[in-house]
Nanobody, 122 residues
Framework: VQLVESGGGLVQAGGSLRLSCAASGGTFSSYSMGWFRQAPGKEREFVVCITWSGSITDYADSVKGRFTISRDNAKTTVYLQMNSLKPEDTAVYYC????????????????WGRGTQVTVSS
């Protein structure tokens, strides 16, 4: 499956962005999806994941209450709505796909997009 992220950009602190991850080449509804991010000089970290049905989600503590993941299986797209952005949210954001239950460990994901840059200015 191929994944392509979009929607990143430059935003002021307190602002919002909506990331999209379009999937192709596979049975999208079979995959659990995750969003991860990597800031300069840091390791890739878990942000949020969602089951194939969208019924179960799991968020990193750092984004709870500010970020919302959703998916549209008919459009083979997963979204990440990011509100109340902070400078520490600055990173490249990646979406990832895996069979089976979602997970917060990046190593569990077989498919990755190339990422989209999110920069939050103070």
């Amino acid at each position: 499956v191929q994944l392509v992220e979009s929607g990143g950009g430059l935003v002021q602190a307190g602002g919002s962005l909506r990331l999209s991850c379009a999937a192709s080449g596979g049975t999208f509804s079979s995959y659990s999806m995750g969003w991860f991010r990597q800031a300069p000089g840091k390791e890739r970290e878990f942000v949020v994941c969602i089951t194939w049905s969208g019924s179960i989600t799991d968020y990193a503590d750092s984004v709870k209450g500010r970020f919302t993941i959703s998916r549209d299986n008919a459009k083979t797209t997963v979204y990440l709505q990011m509100n109340s952005l902070k400078p520490e949210d600055t990173a490249v954001y990646y979406c990832a796909a895996k069979f089976g239950p979602p997970h917060n460990d990046a190593w569990q994901y077989a498919y990755w997009g190339r990422g989209t840059q999110v920069t939050v200015s103070s």
